[in-house]
Nanobody, 123 residues
């Protein structure tokens, strides 16, 4: 089992940057694929990005490709999401998630979820 705690959200102007972090508990973080998801008010949750357990492969939603970068530091049990060139439409609650299968993360069906952190982008 893994427990996840996000941080780094906040208010930023359009065009700005934020870096989200997700701290994971447990000794087996490196065996989990990880992902970021977001949900805006009145909208369904959507996949943002995923990364395999080794960090060797990454996956992105088209809406964030080229602007967001997912990464992980297995020695620190931490997942990151670097968000650049932020747009008002990126405003949402961002969640990190984990699963031992990458396909479950990419399919928006990871087993473990964090509590989320709010990102607000002003125009």
């Amino acid at each position: 089992q893994v427990q996840l705690v996000e941080s780094g959200g906040g208010l930023v102007q359009a065009g700005g940057s934020l870096r989200l972090s997700c701290a994971a508990s447990g000794r087996t973080f490196s065996s989990y694929a990880m992902g970021w998801f977001r949900q805006a008010p009145g909208k369904d949750r959507e996949f943002v990005a995923a990364i395999t357990w080794s960090g060797g492969n990454t996956y992105y939603a088209d809406s964030v490709k080229g602007r967001f970068t997912i990464s992980r530091d297995n020695a620190k049990n931490t997942l990151y999401l670097q968000m650049n060139s932020l747009k008002p439409e990126d405003t949402a609650y961002y969640y990190c998630a984990a699963d031992q299968e990458t396909r479950e993360v990419v399919a928006d069906k990871p087993r473990y979820w964090g509590q989320g952190t709010q990102v607000t982008v002003s125009s």
